[in-house]
């Protein structure tokens, strides 16, 4: 049984920085392209960024290209996602996530973790 639990968020400053961990554990992590999403209340879940098997590959959608980083370390079942020049409208939970392929939307995204709160006051 799969399981990907999210950590690192927290309550920041528009501006600030914060770095998102996620930790895959029960499945081989190597095998699988891993996203992170992102969910407003009242909205509906927002892809924010795709990373390939080797981290080689990167995808980012508008609202994080230039402002975020996603990367992975196959060695620790881990996967980044680094964000800074944070403004209010990146608040969200954030959860990450496996895909069997390579995909730039939510489509074949499975086992969601329960996400971490990120906050980002004005």
């Known amino acids: 049984q799969v399981q990907l639990v999210e950590s690192g968020g927290g309550l920041v400053q528009a501006g600030g920085s914060l770095r998102l961990s996620c930790v895959a554990s029960g499945q081989s992590f190597s095998n699988y392209f891993m996203g992170w999403s992102r969910q407003a209340p009242g909205a509906e879940r927002e892809l924010v960024a795709v990373i390939n098997l080797s981290g080689d590959w990167t995808y980012y959608t508008d609202s994080a290209e230039g402002r975020f980083t996603i990367s992975r370390d196959n060695n620790k079942n881990t996967m980044y996602l680094q964000m800074s020049s944070l403004k209010p409208e990146d608040t969200a939970v954030y959860s990450c996530?496996?895909?069997?392929?390579?995909?730039?939307?939510?489509?074949?995204?499975?086992?969601w973790g329960q996400g971490t709160q990120v906050t980002v006051s004005s």
């Open positions: 996530a496996q895909s069997p392929v390579a995909t730039t939307t939510l489509n074949h995204f499975f086992h």
